[in-house]
């Protein structure tokens, strides 16, 4: 298909959509983190043995969660250094729901005040429209927070510590 000329800024503006972009990958790499633990945890020799490919293919980021926090839960007696997993699992929770903020809901500059805003619903006990600034500064938070979780999984995994890429 070829022959589309979006306009600049289309749907919203440029930068922010360069910042959701940042977000996307890096939680992409976080998922395949989360996927290659399950696997070393489980016991496989193979970097990603297919058997623990064939389960994490075939399970929601959050059911992922769930085993690689059983995992961490059986194995901590046996590998002392797994005894911070609470922690990881809770930072990896929340960079999945602040990832889903952007991903899963509409951005759009609002034409009266030039502002980019997300909108969203919330249902829970009552119908809550809420409505969002999004801040250049706040999609750079996010994609932070959810590098960090990944050096914090890989350090609880293997013991080995990265600085933040901003740090390097």
């Not at 940042?22 to 633990?37: C, D, Q, Y």
């Not at 961490?72 to 929340?94: A, M, P």
Request: hydrophobic letters at 40%.
């Amino acid at each position: 298909m070829e022959g589309y000329n979006f306009p600049d800024g289309w749907p919203a503006p440029s930068e922010h959509l360069t910042e959701v972009g940042r977000i996307s990958v890096l939680f992409g790499m976080l998922e395949s983190s989360v996927n290659l633990s399950i696997s070393k945890l489980s016991g496989y020799d193979g970097a990603l043995d297919w058997r623990s490919a064939v389960v994490t293919a075939h399970s929601n980021f959050k059911q992922r969660i769930d085993i690689l926090e059983t995992l961490c839960h059986e194995l901590k007696d046996d590998y002392s250094h797994l005894s911070n997993y609470l922690q990881v699992i809770k930072i990896i929770r929340k960079v999945q729901r602040l990832r889903n903020k952007y991903a899963h809901n509409a951005m759009s500059v609002n034409p009266e005040s030039g502002i980019v805003e997300t909108s969203y619903l919330s249902a829970r006990g009552k119908m809550k429209p809420v409505v969002e600034e999004v801040t250049i500064h706040e999609l750079r938070e996010v994609s932070a927070q959810i590098h960090i979780a990944m050096i914090d999984l890989h350090l609880l995994i293997t013991q080995v510590k990265y600085e933040p890429i901003w740090e390097r």
